[in-house]
């Protein structure tokens, strides 16, 4: 007896250890399962439970950990996905085949899924129901329904609603996973019986503890946050690479890609038409779109059913201000049409530079609808730090919120939370083209500067503007204080150690400037930690808001050298004379400025993005005897021509005025003929066709 063989662990058994192993941060969704299973908590009653996430975010990998936890537990899992547009008919026929023969008819169990074959689909669908409702035999039985890769299933799903559901046991549980499902009115009656679960992102610590569990030291770890950026496709993808390579892995847009080549390949086979391919490619260019939008960098219009099925499919996401594409597949996507169509990609980038630009210029000059904004247009910029650490993703669930008189108290415990678990944090950000990867270190008194001698008298001083970053859950995660620059808050600013350097160092004359046009001090932009990604953002959004609000801008940040390189990245500039040593550090504090009223606007984004042409060029060659691409369709007078010019610059009328000594009305009246002959009908069309001259 003794010479017979132990049974030895089998490769199957050795891999399920593995992945089980490798399973980070979804912690919260594995004990939500258990709840589900048990019908306990927030899942009583709720037989039907949808899962949810963009295309690679882990749901058929958790899917498979959930079967082997229900077979070990004696739970029946069923798999039948709806990974095509079945008919119903077709999905019976697959569902039979995962239950017990005997138990179904014979009929039903050798019918072939012919269409049209109503009769097989009642057959079949009474016999698969018999055999759920009653366990295969044991009513005590418990039996899991899972249907996968549901985003291709509308009919299906609607008859499922209608047909199927309706007619289940409660103890059959459902489990529905896919990157989006539709809102028909047959599964939103089911709303009281449904539970949701999006998975997201997984956090930087998380991808640390997954690198940890695959043999990669901590420089490694940081290579893979910086690639995937918690997406576990990605992550997996890049640690695979890391290990066959090591150090010779760079971090770069080309290596990224590269994981993605054959996934992308995967999900493109899912877009049969090349319409729609062709739009994705324009899409990817685009940081946040809608139709018009689209249009503009497409060249020719988008119909209304084209759009329609875009931003119907999973690889588009609603965002507060239009759709954007699914990160991964647009950042693959943006750099596959750079790689294989060089000169059209760029021709393409610069046109959706130049729209946003016109859009913003339209709102600022015109008091039109803000459909864009200074983030969308600075996502074309060429700095390598703003690259790297602002990744200008559309939407991450926070939001900037006015302080009001109920959000006090949370204020309040923000900054008591912040001063009592101030440390150090490690800010690591990677440029998305070229690799380069910048690294900053934030001591834990460092990263209190921000709120040094801010406290409740100054955020309820009604002259200033404050503002709270809060999260899903309404969590304060970050807080601001702007002061506007007006003859009432002047001479409080004379009297702030952080802002008087900076009205010392004015003239008469530029502080005069300053009372006249919209002006503002941003006195603090602070999150609860800048090693995140997500906070991060939201800093910099805030305060390119700033740049898109105020015509002159200015601000200290403390005297650390990731504050000093983060106002400089989006292109503050020192203000001779104006420093202080308010932040109590050994070295001063400089103020910095942004000055953007009249022409300035213009010629701040032409400095940042590199690739709009400098407007007055574009005036002169469009205006100008001999003219240039953008001709107008009758010829300006030379008076015209002057004020076509001046317009282009970003003078408003009045500066116009002031500038030929004219009349306002006259102006008005050249301006009307302007538009007029150049067959448009405000400003920012009329940049639209001088910019492309």
Not at 186 to 202: D, F, I
Not at 219 to 225: H, I
Not at 674 to 682: D, E, L, P
């Amino acid at each position: 007896m003794n010479d017979i063989p132990k049974r030895t662990r089998t490769w199957g058994e050795n891999l399920d250890d593995w992945e089980r192993r490798l399973i980070v941060g979804r912690e919260k969704e594995q004990n939500d399962f258990h709840h589900f299973l048990n019908g306990s908590g927030g899942f009583a009653h709720k037989p039907l439970l949808r899962v949810t996430g963009p295309a690679g975010i882990g749901k058929t990998f958790l899917l498979k950990l959930w079967r082997r936890e229900a077979k070990e537990r004696g739970i029946v899992w069923l798999d039948a996905d709806a990974s095509v547009r079945m008919k119903p008919v077709e999905w019976l026929t697959a569902l039979a085949k995962e239950l017990p023969s005997a138990k179904l008819p014979a009929e039903a169990s050798d019918a072939a899924p012919e269409a049209g074959s109503g009769s097989r689909e009642s057959s079949l669908l009474e016999a698969c129901l018999h055999a759920l409702n009653n366990g295969g035999g044991d009513a005590s039985t418990r039996i899991v329904l899972c249907l996968d890769a549901c985003d291709g299933a509308g009919r299906l799903e609607q008859w499922l609603g209608s047909a199927f559901f309706p007619r289940l046991g409660m103890h059959v549980k459902v489990v529905m996973a896919g990157r989006a499902f539709s809102h028909r009115q047959s599964l939103a009656e089911w709303g009281h019986l449904t539970a949701t679960m999006p998975l997201g992102r997984l956090s930087e610590r998380e991808v640390s503890r997954y690198a940890a569990r695959c043999g990669l030291d901590a420089e490694m770890a940081q290579r893979l946050w910086l690639a995937s950026k918690g997406h576990p496709l990605t992550m997996a993808l890049a640690a695979e690479a890391i290990r066959e390579r090591g150090d010779r892995w760079p971090y770069d847009a080309a290596a990224h890609a590269e994981l993605f080549e054959q996934v992308v390949e995967d999900w493109l086979r899912e877009i049969p038409d090349e319409e729609m391919r062709e739009l994705l490619s324009y899409a990817s260019v685009l940081r946040v779109f809608n139709r018009e939008s689209l249009a503009a960098v497409y060249g020719k219009a988008v119909s209304s059913t084209a759009f329609e099925r875009l931003i119907g499919s999973w690889y588009a996401e609603r965002t507060a201000t239009g759709w954007a594409l699914q990160p991964q597949l647009k950042e693959a996507l943006e750099w596959r049409f750079k790689r294989r169509e060089p000169v059209r990609y760029g021709e393409v980038r610069k046109r959706a530079a130049s729209y946003v630009l016109c859009r913003l210029y339209e709102a600022r000059h015109a008091a039109g609808a803000m459909d864009a904004s200074m983030t969308d247009l600075l996502y074309y910029a060429e700095h390598p730090i703003l690259k790297a650490h602002f990744h200008m993703r559309a939407d991450e669930g926070y939001r900037w919120v006015p302080l009001d008189a109920s959000r006090v108290a949370r204020a309040a415990a923000y900054l008591d939370r912040r001063r009592t678990e101030a440390g150090t944090q490690q800010i690591v950000c990677g440029h998305p083209e070229n690799g380069e990867v910048f690294r900053y270190e934030l001591s834990g008194e460092e990263s209190l500067l921000r709120i040094r001698d801010i406290g409740l008298r100054e955020l309820q001083d009604r002259r200033s503007i404050v503002k709270l970053l809060v999260g899903e859950t309404e969590e304060v995660l970050g807080l601001a204080v702007i002061w506007p620059i007006t003859p009432h808050t002047v001479a409080k600013l004379r009297e702030d150690r952080y802002t008087a350097s900076y009205l010392r160092a004015q003239r008469p004359e530029t502080l005069k400037q300053l009372l006249q046009n919209k002006s503002a001090f941003i006195r603090t932009i602070d999150i609860a930690n800048m090693a995140d990604d997500g906070l991060r953002h939201q800093s910099f959004g805030l305060m390119l808001d700033c740049l898109y609000e105020f015509d002159i801008i200015a601000a200290s940040p403390p005297p650390v050298k990731f504050y000093e390189d983060s106002h400089r990245s989006v292109g503050f500039e020192p203000v001779s004379g104006a420093v202080h040593d308010a932040y109590g550090a050994a070295k001063w504090a400089q103020v910095y400025e942004l000055q953007l009223q009249g022409s300035g606007f213009l010629d701040y984004a032409v400095r940042m993005l590199q690739g709009v042409e400098q407007p007055q060029a574009a005036a002169e060659r469009s205006v100008g005897a001999g003219g240039g691409i953008a001709k107008p369709e009758e010829p300006l007078t030379e008076r015209e021509a002057e004020i076509a010019g001046l317009m282009a610059e970003g003078r408003t009328n009045a500066e116009i005025a002031a500038e030929v000594y004219l009349s306002i009305v006259t102006v008005k009246k050249h301006v009307g003929a302007i538009y007029r002959k150049y067959g448009v009908t405000n400003r920012a069309q009329l940049m639209a066709k001088l910019l492309k001259g």
